[in-house]
């Protein structure tokens, strides 16, 4: 069985102090509608588990039921890191779980492929994550100003979701994580405590998270181009 963990219990802050970026209507929904429909209609994932803030359980109920979702879900409450929200998405899921996907909930424009494949590749090797290889120009700053050295891109992947997991490892990691006190900033940072190996998967269409204000109208065009 396979579950996916949408972690939808942060705000964003570099959105600005009063704007909360997964209810910012796009394409005529809210942010994490979007991302919370890509799963829902998943023939891969058979259940989703979101992650929300205090509080916030009715909004997510109100949100489920104009979408009309077809998959069977529940909501959880998350923690104080994203790592803590990880971990109860994970004591959430269906005891009969063996794959988990999880899912940045602002980040709405995941295709199917990336989906299917990513899951695919953490079959095989027990973690994997969606990624692009990095095309810019890579600089150091040592003080945050003035360029101190130049980095070699041609190693560099900018991580993204879904990242998935067995069950068993994705477990296992966060433990490591907990139990050395450690914050880490995405999942597949935890594997590398416990040297799980992680499959890098080519996302082959744009796949980006809603940051900063200039985000929304790019990601507003793909929803509209891909029909959303």
Not at 53 to 63: P, S, V
Not at 114 to 121: K, M, S, Y
Not at 181 to 204: F, H, M, N, R, Y
């Amino acid at each position: 069985m396979t579950s996916a963990i949408i972690v939808a219990a942060g705000k964003g802050m570099r959105m600005g102090p009063d704007v909360d970026k997964l209810f910012l209507e796009v394409a005529s929904r809210p942010v994490v509608a979007h991302t919370w429909l890509r799963f829902d209609r998943s023939p891969e994932i058979d259940e989703v588990v979101i992650v929300v803030r205090n509080g916030l359980e009715a909004t997510f109920k109100e949100i489920a039921s104009a979408l009309k979702l077809t998959k069977p879900w529940r909501a959880v409450v998350g923690g104080a890191e994203r790592q803590d929200s990880v971990w109860n998405g994970l004591h959430a899921v269906d005891p009969q779980t063996d794959l988990v996907a999880i899912q940045d909930g602002a980040r709405p424009c995941t295709t199917d492929q990336v989906i299917c494949d990513t899951l695919a590749a953490a079959r095989v090797t027990g973690a994997a994550v969606a990624a692009q290889r990095v095309t810019d120009t890579i600089k150091e700053s040592e003080d945050g100003s003035l360029i101190t050295r130049n980095v070699d891109r041609s190693c560099l992947w900018a991580v993204q979701t879904p990242q998935c997991f067995r069950l068993e490892v994705i477990r296992q990691a966060l433990e490591a994580v907990r139990r050395k006190g450690l914050v880490v900033t995405d999942d597949t940072a935890a594997c590398e405590l416990i040297g799980q190996p992680v499959k890098l998967v080519a996302s082959a269409t744009p796949n980006p998270k809603v940051t900063v204000p200039a985000d929304v109208s790019y990601i507003e065009l793909l929803l509209k181009a891909s029909g959303a």
